[in-house]
């Protein structure tokens, strides 16, 4: 195997293709603003910002590593964001009208933002990091994440809760948080199935430092956010396809269906203080205003995206995580990030972003054999 790698020394050329995006699919991670005018949204690694309307697209993050997961301050003057700039997904801050980021965690694990607290001086965020000692779960970083807050001027990351939260957002008062848990090692993108370790929804109460859990479905309920009062919305699939559900912490059983898709699941939910939803569905950003219909956006991104371009890439026998095929003939390997395979002396980029599972395909690349995620 190093007498191969070895061979592959002398450059790898990568292909792609520039082309103008004038509607985009496969939009990741849409977030409004708190006033409801704005969306940010992750596309093929960097982020951008649309009116909730749709329309031009502005680009917020102008580079080559990966940029997503954004999240606004509840004042709408900042915007949360993680990206691997420096090998692992690290928190950065920047102003929600663009600029330079600021970076507010170094640690080699995995830090993904879920909200800014009440006052806006911290950011909420989910990370892999190791549980504290007197953890009673399985050991599995990765499979739990620990809820961790971090001052938005930068300083010490604390663990708020080690339980598993993951999409996690306060109330108005901060005396409560809602978030979907996560009981086992089931893929989170698999449909339809009703299991022991589909995810709930639950409010945790700081005051009285109880869990209550707040949905009933024996599938899955997921991506909770806070509406007005005592109500919330979230994502299920008690009826059959994923989609959008709107509850009440006081009578969880009753929830009422908001939208209706058939064939593809609804994710990513996003809400604002008016009352304004967003959400994503086969690769479309869509919004809903309570009591209408789903407004499918129109967005212009003209860009010059990676394109036919070629660039030399020297594998200098770092490549890691090697698997033979079984019949011999393939080699796979993970280098710098990304996974390649040999076939009859020629490299083949299989790139598959850090959202492979969900099925969306950022940053392609125009290779042959490339290996598309499944949807």
């Not at 093929?44 to 749709?54: D, E, I, Q, R, Y």
């Amino acid at each position: 195997m190093r007498k191969l790698l070895t061979t592959l020394c002398i450059g790898l050329a990568l292909t792609t293709t520039a082309w103008s995006q004038s509607q985009p699919r496969w939009i990741m991670h849409p977030a409004l603003s708190p006033d409801g005018k704005y969306i940010a949204f992750s596309y093929k690694g960097n982020l951008f910002k649309v009116a909730s309307t749709g329309g031009p697209a502005t680009p917020l993050t102008i580079n080559n590593f990966y940029n997503g997961y954004p999240v606004w301050s509840h004042d709408g003057k900042k915007i949360a964001f993680a990206s691997d700039r420096y090998g692992d997904f690290d928190l950065y801050i920047m102003n929600s009208t663009g600029g330079e980021a600021t970076r507010l965690t170094f640690n080699s694990a995995k830090d993904i933002p879920y909200d800014f607290s009440p006052d806006d001086q911290q950011v909420l965020f989910g990370t892999d990091r190791h549980d504290v000692y007197t953890s009673a779960r399985f050991p599995g970083d990765n499979y739990w994440m620990k809820l961790f807050a971090v001052p938005v001027k930068g300083g010490a990351s604390l663990m708020i809760n080690s339980a598993g939260t993951e999409f996690v957002h306060y109330n108005d008062k901060g005396d409560k948080f809602i978030f979907q848990d996560r009981k086992g090692y089931e893929d989170p993108w698999r449909k339809h199935h009703t299991s022991a370790v589909t995810r709930d929804i639950w409010v945790y109460d700081n005051n009285k430092h109880e869990y209550a859990k707040v949905s009933d479905f024996k599938g899955e309920d997921r991506e909770p956010v806070w509406g007005k009062d005592d109500a919330f919305y979230y994502l299920s699939e008690r009826n059959g396809n994923q989609n959008l559900f709107k509850g009440t912490i006081t009578n969880p059983a009753n929830p009422q269906q908001l939208t209706h898709f058939e064939k593809n699941p609804v994710r990513q939910l996003s809400r604002s203080n008016d009352g304004l939803l967003a959400f994503t569905d086969n690769g479309d950003c869509y919004t809903l205003k309570e009591g209408e219909q789903p407004q499918k956006l129109n967005i212009t991104l003209d860009a010059d995206f990676s394109g036919d371009e070629t660039t030399i890439l020297p594998i200098k026998g770092e490549a890691s995580e090697m698997a033979i095929s079984a019949d011999g003939k393939q080699v796979a390997f993970v280098y710098r990030g990304d996974i390649f395979r040999l076939q009859n002396r020629t490299l083949f980029l299989c790139r598959y972003p850090p959202d492979y599972y969900a099925g969306h395909c950022h940053r392609q690349r125009r290779v042959p054999g490339r290996l598309f995620p499944r949807r």
